[in-house]
């Protein structure tokens, strides 16, 4: 069975950086995309970030410029480098993969941006 564990959460300030990592468990071949959700109560979840292979990367444009997404070449295991982080930020991110067509994600970490 494949599983998907994040870790690097927890609190920062207004402006700081974190940087989250997720490495995958019992996948025998790439999984693509990777990328990472991120989810606040009573909001849709939303896919802040998405990388196939190590090359082709997409945002969304609450992020865009200031999280950067990247992976291991050959590795199912990709970052997520969060810079000049907001009060808005504050969500549980999670990790997903597509694997044989099926996505897989990650329990969760929580990320608190605050003062």
């Known amino acids: 069975q494949v599983h998907l564990v994040e870790s690097g959460g927890g609190l920062v300030q207004p ?3 974190l940087r989250l990592s997720c490495a995958a468990s019992g996948a025998k071949s790439s999984m693509d995309p990777m990328g990472w ?3 606040t109560p009573g909001k849709q979840r939303e896919l802040v970030a998405s990388i196939i292979g190590v090359r082709i990367t997409n945002y969304s444009d609450s992020v865009k410029g200031r999280f950067t997404i990247s992976r291991i070449n050959g590795r199912n295991t990709i970052y ?3 810079n000049s982080l907001k ?3 504050t969500a549980v991110y999670s990790c997903m993969g597509k694997y044989y067509g099926r996505e897989i994600r990650g329990q ?3 990320v608190t941006v605050s003062s």
Do not use: F, V
Request: no cysteine; net charge negative.
């Open 15 to 17: 402006g700081g950086s």
């Open 37 to 39: 959700y991120r989810q």
């Open 80 to 82: 997520l480098q969060m």
């Open 87 to 89: 009060t808005e930020d």
């Open 108 to 110: 969760g970490i929580q």
